[in-house]
């Protein structure tokens, strides 16, 4: 069996940089699952619903790119699909720290759970799913930094009249 990793997230929605950390990760592993975990940001902007169908638009002619969703805890949810460790995307220094917690976390909480970081591609370096949802909100464009679908699905929710 070839290897599996999980790449979790909030994907409220997916952008650009997850994508590129996707088709990076597709050069180490066979098999990547982009997992939306449910009880992740607080106040989400899209339902699980809305984000899993903007995931398989976005990876529809990815092989080896698998959605799903998860409850609860991470580490559990890798065995349960039998993986070999989960994805996760650094950007800045500003995102060491908060990762460094999770994944010395993970390892606690599992230490067969291996966490791999991959450098998100310079290009999508100041991209987050927070600062497109601010900037598509005051009626910023985001083509070009998140797939069409979602770019779609953001003037649908915040009107796409605005200036
Ligand atoms: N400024 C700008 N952006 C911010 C921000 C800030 N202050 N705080 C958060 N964000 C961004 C993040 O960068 C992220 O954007 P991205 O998806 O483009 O990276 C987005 O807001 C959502 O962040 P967050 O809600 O923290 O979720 P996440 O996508 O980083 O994923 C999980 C976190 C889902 C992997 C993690 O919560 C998890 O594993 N949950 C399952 C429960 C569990 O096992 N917990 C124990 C693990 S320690």
Redesign the pocket.
Known sequence: MGKIAVY?????PV?N??CDLVQRGLRLFDKVIVAI?S???KNPLFTIEERLEMLKETFKEMPGVEMDCFD????NYVVKRGADAIL??LRAVS?FE?EF??AL??RK?NKKVQTVFLMTGLRWIF?????IKEAAQFGGDTSGMVPDIVCEKLKEKFGASRP
């Open positions: 979790p997230g909030s994907f409220d952008t940089g997850h975990a009880n992740g940001t609860g805890l991470l580490v996760r995307g995102d908060y917690q999770m976390m993970n909480l991209i987050s799913s927070s600062i």
